[in-house]
T-cell receptor
């Protein structure tokens, strides 16, 4: 099956620092999605990318759909304590999502 | 507009027992999905449905059955629970071509 490799697995940063995480795939996807999951909750969509090369921002979040359609990255600028959680990338193909393993983000005040 | 809801939120089963997890959505979405989430493995697709009356296998379907008798509901059944099915189960819905919306999850422990 399709595999998504997400890195890093975890990050411990100070409030105010920028964060970068990425996903790579062995297969091509038509859509890349980035989700955030907080403890005890389901994943919530942050950003959706629909076209190769697309760069999209949502507040302090910026994500890009790689030109090869096999990778994507997510940047968070000026992190704040409420950014803590697990961030997942997901590739959408044939109506089904394939998820990365997640990046656990911890932000120290 | 409640979005995607799941019942129950928590459940403890003994090996061999059966149970059904219920998912409901009020967004008129055609597609519905069941995932399981285990530490370090992200979310893995169990079964999904592209419309009322249809179901299909996902990545990890063994030991589970599903039914989609009504468009708004998607049921996940465990006929004979095993400890390996201890996990957090998430239901999601969507229109197939873009993002999926997730429920709050069901935490299942099989002893």
């Amino acid at each position: 099956g399709q595999q998504l490799n997400q890195s890093p697995q975890s990050m411990f940063i100070q409030e105010g620092e920028d964060v970068s995480m990425n996903c790579t795939s062995s297969s091509i996807f038509n859509t890349w999605l980035w989700y955030k999951q907080e403890p005890g909750e389901g994943p919530v969509l942050l950003i959706a990318l629909y076209k190769a090369g697309e760069l999209t921002s949502n507040g302090r979040l910026t994500a890009q759909f790689g030109i090869t359609r096999k990778d994507s990255f997510l940047n968070i600028s000026a992190s704040i304590p409420s950014d803590v959680g697990i961030y997942f990338c997901a590739g959408l193909g044939y109506g089904k999502l394939t998820f990365g393993q997640g990046t656990i983000l911890t932000v120290h005040p | 507009n409640a979005g995607v809801t799941q019942t129950p939120k928590f459940r403890v089963l003994k090996t061999g027992q059966s149970m059904t997890l219920l998912c409901a959505q009020d967004m008129n979405h055609e597609y519905m999905y069941w995932y399981r989430q285990d530490p370090g493995m992200g979310l893995r697709l169990i079964h999904y449905s592209v419309g009322e009356g249809t179901t299909a296998k996902g990545e990890v379907p063994d030991g589970y059955n599903v039914s989609r008798l009504k468009k708004q509901n998607f049921l996940l059944g465990l006929e004979s629970a095993a400890p390996s099915q201890t996990s957090v189960y998430f239901c999601a819905s969507g229109q197939g071509g873009n993002e999926q919306f997730f429920g709050p999850g069901t935490r299942l422990t099989v002893l």
